[in-house]
Every structure is written in C-alpha cells, then in structure tokens.
C-alpha cells in the first residue's frame, strides 16, 4: 500500500507522429497527460468521452418499442450513427424545453384572453405592462400616474394594464412577462413544436436499430473521443508537437524506449517542490476497494500516505460494531454467497468481493462476542452463550471500547502524518498530538477496564505532547510567529477531544439496533399469547417487517457511520492534504 512515485516526462516529435503517439499511450495506459495548452483549434471540436455512453443511454431509454436489430456490421459507422443519436437528443431536449415555455406562457396569458399586440406606431410609442395585484395591494395601483385598465378580477386577484412608454419604476410589485405573441401565435406554435417532438421521437425509435452494435463498439468510440480529447492538450508548433505527462517511475524506461523507436525526444525529471503530481494508489488487489472508499471523500495529496489499508479494516471493523448481531451477518453472508460469483464477473464486483467478505466475517464474529442473534441471547451453557464475552447492556464497558477504538485510530492517524515527513522536525507536532490522544487512551485503561496507572503517566503524556504541539506546530516560521501558531495549535484540543467521543456512535448505533430487534421479539410473543391462532401470523409478519426494517437501518448506519468516522475524524489528523487522482489516457474496460 503506497503511493505511486511519478516522472515528469517529455515527449517532442513531428507533427505526424501526434496520431500514432496517442494511440501508443493509449495502449500503455500509464501517461496523464498535462494539458500545455488551453482549448483552442483543434480542441475546440474536442468532447468529452461521455459522449458514447450518452447517446447508449438516450437509446436505452426510447419509450418506444426498439426496432430490429442490424446484425450486419458491414453497415455500420459507429461515429455516424453517435453523431446522429447525440444530434437527435439535442434537438429532442429544445423542443421538449420550448414547449414547456410555451405552456407556462399560455398558462400565463389565459387570464388576460384572445388579443392581438398592436405595432409602437399604433401605441404612439407607448407599450402595455401587465400586473396580477393582490386585493390589498389594488389601493396602491390605483394612485399610480398611469393610464390603466383593469381586464378582469376574481376572488384573490386584480388583472391590470399598466400604459406607459418605459416600465414603470414605482409599482410595488413584479410586472407578468408575457412576450410579444399572442395566445393564437402561441397556441399554433405550440401544435408545430408538438409534431416536431413526435417526428423527433420516430427518429429515435428508428435508430435504436442500431443499439447493438453501439453498445458493442461503445469502448471504442470512447477510446477515439479520449484520444481526441487529449490531442486538444498537446502544445503545437509546426512541424513540431509536444507533450508533457505525469508516469509512474518504473514505466519511464518503457516510455523512453517506445520514444526512441519513434525517433521522439524524451525527457524524464523528478517533480519539483513547487509541483503538485496526480496521486496514484497501489495496493494488493484484495485491498483495491479501500482505495474506492478513500477516493469516495477525498483523494490524498501526492506527498502524503496511502491509508487504503486502514480504511479498508476500520470501515469493515465500525460496520460490525453498529450491526451488531451475528443473525444479521450470516444473512448476509448468505447474500454474499449467493452473489458470489455474479459478483465475479465484473471487475468492479471482484473489487469488492475482499471488502464484503470482511465485512460479514468481522460482523460475525462480534456479533457471537455480543451474543446477538436477531435480538436473541443464547444460554449460557451452549457454545454461543461461552463466546458472549461482551454484555451490550454494560454501558460503561462498551463505552470505554468505543473510546478506545477512537483513541487508537486517531492516534495511528497522527503517527502515520508524522512519519510521511522527511524532516524529523516537521513530524513532530503530530506526535505531539499522538502524545496527548494516548493521554486520553490511559485513563481509558484505567477506568474502563481497571488498569490503574498512576495519574502522573497521563499527564505526563499530555505534558510532553502539548509542548511538541507548541514547539514544532510551525518549525520553519520565525520566532514569534511560530509561537503565535503554536498556541494556535494548542485550540486543538477541544477538536481532539470530540473526535474521540465521536467513537461513542459505535457502540450507541450497536444498542439501538440491537434494541429495536429485542422489542420486535417481544411484540410478537405478546401478540402469540394475546390473540392465540390468528396471533401466531400476525406475529410472524411483524418478525419478518420488524427485522427487515431493523437490518435495513443498520446496513445504512453502517455505511453511513463507518465512513464518516473514517473521512472525517480520521482523515482530519492523519490526511492534511488533498490531492486529485491519477488519469492517464488509457483504453475503455468493457
């Protein structure tokens, strides 16, 4: 688990290498590519790749019946045919927003009826300004110094004309925008703009003929509008190109080598302090989707750490914690079997496969440590009741592990800040930090589970942290401004404080759940032995409905909860900059 070091490569060639080179990276999948130019000329035409997919999807989505399919490829210009589909979407989008113009501006004039505009000529230069006034506001209209005429009046609404040549500036309230057409010019249009739309639809109907084979060719239609794409980035200059990219360190050799054969110039260099490189991730495949669950927030900056791995644990561990029923696990353990090779077959499904598969197990096993099983509690002499080690109703001790497991993370997160630093000095603060959260951590230890420690390791803990903070929050500002941010930094403390409590949700979100399935259990064997018979179903469905609901709920406090201790107290310590990923021009996975 790492990020990626990168080269700053260069590349300079004819202006008839620019195709092939594009094509070449295409394939390597290893260049992200810097624009050294803004869109202009050529990348004027440049779209973005989406474009295949949409005009997929505006297929996809035909209300219409999709026509018989062209098997025949022989026949078939994928740039056409998108093209055509892009281009009926969008004449399909307009008039579909003209029309729902036109009704509003119809729904608008119908209180003022059938009229004609008369020519400025006519008007002598004036022009009519129409206002819908309230009853209250009517007295204000009537003292105004203009010419008005009142076309109609109902129970909550006064319809005037107002007559001047400028608007006026001295009503009270808004003036109806109403065009210069009349209902009948509208009504006329808006039957022309309906037929239009109808016309528009048996168009696409007829195109989805072609579905198939778009879908077919959708990687690479993207792959060409990607390589179009990043030519709009390349710097020009007849007879010459350039381009410049971010790669990974062990594919410069292989860059320069397919340079050479080209008879390209090629440079490779170190970034520069001043630079800020993509960030890319590299983790065992098994670990890929804690990468996912880190980038979902943010990405980290390309000088800092990789936390994939600790995500990818902490998440799954806070999951187990707030469902907390070894019932629920092996229902979805269940879920995960049955999916388990569906899941396969995709390569974001075998991303997440590891991920899932730890989350039941772990959802398991510490819901046998809590001894729930759907709100049941196993007896005591069976081998579930010898493994309910934890008692979910001992507050106190389930408190003190929630806080721990906030004490931990946090402080891991500070460790791993510190070590990502190539100055001693700089890392520093963050142990500092590290020092006082472990402060927090022995009195944990103490008064939670009755390791009593002399009270001077804690606040010596805390001591020697609160100086380091003071000391190195800042070690590179002069003198007085690096004791200004010192004490600055020390405000922290507060933040450390609730960050750590914010663990607490871990073991308040388990109780509920594990509450709730309690008092399901106990409605339906109040309902049992109230309505004997008929009581029996109905307590069934209330099992059933009560459950679901209850899962339900904990799968997304789960996700919810877990991520957000993950993204939020943890990154806040342990991830202090923000990067953006890593994009090479690569081909379509289909």
């Not at 594009?22 to 130019?37: A, K």
């Not at 594919?251 to 993509?278: I, K, T, Y």
């Not at 309690?518 to 069934?540: H, K």
Request: aromatic letters at 8%; hydrophobic letters at 45%.
């Amino acid at each position: 688990m790492s990020i990626v070091p990168l080269s700053k490569v260069t590349m300079i060639g004819l202006t008839e290498d620019k195709e092939p080179l594009l094509r070449e990276l295409l394939d390597l999948g290893c260049v992200d590519i810097i624009p050294l130019q803004t869109v202009s000329g050529e990348g004027e035409s440049t779209r973005p790749p989406a474009g295949a997919e949409e005009a997929l999807k505006f297929l996809r989505d035909c209300p219409a019946r999709r026509r018989h399919q062209v098997r025949d490829s022989s026949r078939f210009d994928p740039l056409e045919v998108e093209r055509k589909v892009l281009e009926v979407r969008k004449r399909l989008l307009d008039l579909e927003e003209e029309r729902d113009f036109l009704i509003k501006r119809l729904r608008d004039l119908a209180p003022w009826g059938d009229f004609e505009f008369p020519g400025l000529d006519e008007m002598g230069g004036y022009r009519l300004w129409f206002y819908v006034v309230t009853h209250a506001d009517m007295p204000k209209i009537r003292v105004l110094p203009y010419y008005q005429e009142e076309v109609k009046r109902d129970n909550r609404f006064h319809y005037v004309v107002l007559i001047s040549q400028e608007e006026p500036r001295d009503v009270p309230i808004p003036r109806v925008h109403v065009g210069n057409r009349s209902r009948l010019e509208l009504s006329a249009r808006l039957d022309e703009v309906e037929l239009a739309i109808e016309d528009t639809q048996a168009e696409r109907a007829w195109l989805t003929r072609w579905y198939h084979l778009l879908k077919r060719n959708l990687a690479q239609l993207m792959d060409r509008a990607a390589v179009k794409d990043a030519g709009g980035k390349l710097l020009h200059h007849e007879p010459l190109v350039a381009l410049q990219g971010w790669a990974p360190e062990h594919q410069v050799p292989v860059l320069a080598g397919r340079a050479g054969r080209r008879n390209l110039a090629f440079q490779a260099e170190e970034p520069h302090s001043e630079e800020q490189p993509p960030t890319l991730l590299h983790n065992p495949s098994f670990l890929s989707a804690g990468e996912d669950l880190v980038n979902f927030y943010m990405t980290p900056g390309y000088r800092t750490w990789d936390p994939s791995a600790i995500v990818f644990i902490s998440f799954s561990l806070f999951f187990a914690m707030i469902l907390a029923d070894a019932g629920y696990a092996a229902l979805l353990g269940l879920g995960l079997w049955l999916y388990w090779r569906k899941l396969g077959s995709s390569s974001t499904g075998r991303r997440y496969r590891p991920l899932l598969l730890s989350i039941v197990v772990l959802s398991v096993c510490y819901g046998v440590l809590v001894g729930s099983y759907f709100g049941v509690s196993p007896p005591a002499d069976t081998l579930p009741g010898k493994l309910h080690l934890l008692d979910m109703s001992d507050t106190n001790l389930m408190m003190s592990i929630s806080v721990l497991i906030g004490c931990l993370h946090v402080i891991l997160a500070n460790m791993m800040d510190a070590l990502r630093y190539p100055r001693l000095t700089d890392g520093l603060a963050p142990v500092g930090w590290a020092f006082v959260v472990s402060a927090g951590l022995v009195l944990v230890l103490g008064g939670g589970f009755g390791l009593h420690l002399p009270l001077a390791v804690p606040l010596t803990l805390a001591g020697i942290g609160l100086v380091m903070v003071l000391v190195w929050t800042a070690p590179q500002e002069p003198p007085v401004k690096r004791a200004l941010k010192g004490v600055l930094g020390l405000t922290n403390v507060t933040g450390a404080f609730g960050d750590v409590l914010s663990y607490l949700r871990l073991f308040a979100l388990g109780l509920a759940s594990g509450s709730l399935a309690t008092q399901f259990n106990q409605m339906s064997a109040s309902l049992v032995e109230s309505m004997p018979g008929i009581g029996f179903l109905i307590a069934i469905l209330v099992l059933i409905l009560g459950h679901a609901v209850n899962l339900s709920l904990g799968l997304a406090s789960g996700v919810i909860h877990g991520l957000r201790l993950n993204v939020i107290e943890f990154f806040k310590w342990g991830l202090k900059e923000e990067g953006r990923p890593f994009r090479p021009l690569k081909r379509t996975q289909r």
